[in-house]
């Protein structure tokens, strides 16, 4: 399928189709997405904290010996008090020789709050930013040149199929002509005219014709899957040049006011200087490091815990004196604000390192430009 493209045409195709400009849009997004984050670094952070529990333990405890040996008083001591029958019972405390206490325990725990962190001070956050801004308009400029150049090789794909097709034409009139000329020269060899030689001659000069049309058709062939690779079009359509061919106003501009038009606004050039920008925030950013850094923090939250006692069961005359609480609920409340100062003092060398490579590499991108 032939198809005709004016050369609008063919740069927008152009533009849509090709994968490494697409990519490089992506590029450009996730810079801005990375500029996007470095800016909510001057925001507060707050965060809301949860968790919950359950779980089951065992308590099992036994007394090998009585507690009634250190003269702690009636509480630790057989008999040592008066019922409410004016009879003597055994102190609150008192644990028999072999006593056996066992019970389980069931505990539910729940807590939830937020917290709230907020960088006061902190000379690496601007830098940061700054390196972003850089980068966002490196990659601009990187799709930039890449859209200019993709623009110079759709252009001159186009125009060399336009010079292909003008070929065709040429030395598609040529051969004509060539055949008009060969029967004239037959008709007048049958009439005794002209020799035989001549009619020899216009038929090597129309087989050359020949053979120069059939490499120019093979030329704009060539010429059509170069433009459609540049145009990344399927396989089954070639494109063909449908502008007609118009001669181009001369060029305004003498050289040196050419020389000075190609590095103005150039986006290649535009894009190594964002480069040396972000190389220079990111140094900045890397050193403040070693600098003190501030920071506020503020928390606050509630919990709740529920204790249940079960299967609970003595022997030998009990132990360890325990008070049982079959089921208790506690319940907390709490709120904290500060602030948090940090300063780096010792990191043999790795941070002033990492920075002093920046600088190296920021030279290395004037060195470039």
Not at 158 to 179: C, E, G, K, P
């Amino acid at each position: 399928v032939v198809q005709g493209l004016s050369l609008n045409q063919a740069l927008s195709l152009g533009f849509a189709n090709n994968a490494e400009l697409q990519a490089q849009r992506e590029q450009v997004a996730a810079a801005l997405d990375e500029l996007q984050s470095a800016l909510g670094t001057y925001w507060p952070r707050i965060l809301t904290l949860a968790n919950g529990s359950t779980g089951q333990s065992s308590i099992s405890a036994n007394t090998p010996l009585a507690n009634d040996t250190w003269g702690l008083g009636p509480q630790f001591a057989p008999n040592g008090l008066m019922g409410a029958n004016n009879q003597p019972v055994n102190g609150t405390f008192y644990s028999p020789a072999g006593g056996l206490y066992y019970q389980n325990n069931s505990t539910t725990t729940g807590s939830a709050g937020l917290q709230l962190d907020y960088a006061l001070l902190d000379f690496a956050r601007t830098p940061a930013v700054q390196a972003a801004r850089a980068r966002l308009r490196q990659e601009r400029n990187r799709y930039a040149n890449q859209l200019r150049q993709l623009q110079l090789q759709i252009s001159e794909a186009y125009y060399q199929l336009q010079q292909a097709d003008q070929t065709v034409r040429i030395f598609d009139a040529a051969v004509r002509n060539d055949l008009l000329i060969l029967r004239d020269a037959l008709d007048l060899k049958q009439a005794g005219l002209v020799p035989r030689l001549d009619v020899l001659r216009r038929r090597s000069i129309e087989a050359s014709n020949q053979e120069s049309l059939i490499q120019a058709l093979a030329d704009r062939a060539i010429a059509r899957r170069r433009l459609a690779v540049v145009l990344n079009l399927p396989p089954e359509i070639n494109p063909s040049a449908s502008d007609p061919i118009a001669l181009q106003a001369r060029w305004p501009l003498n050289l040196e006011q050419s020389l000075l038009a190609a590095y103005k606004g150039n986006p290649e050039l535009e894009a190594i200087l964002a480069t040396r920008d972000a190389l220079a925030q990111r140094q900045q950013a890397t050193a403040a490091a070693l600098l003190p850094r501030l920071s506020l923090f503020a928390s606050g939250g509630a919990s709740s815990s529920n204790a249940a006692v079960s299967n609970i069961s003595v022997s030998g005359g009990g132990c360890c004196g325990s008070t049982l609480i079959p089921n208790s609920t506690t319940n907390s409340w709490d709120w904290s604000i500060g602030l948090t100062i940090t300063w780096l003092l010792f990191d043999a060398g790795t941070t002033s390192g990492e920075a002093r490579a920046l600088a190296k590499q920021q030279a290395a991108t004037i060195q470039q430009y």
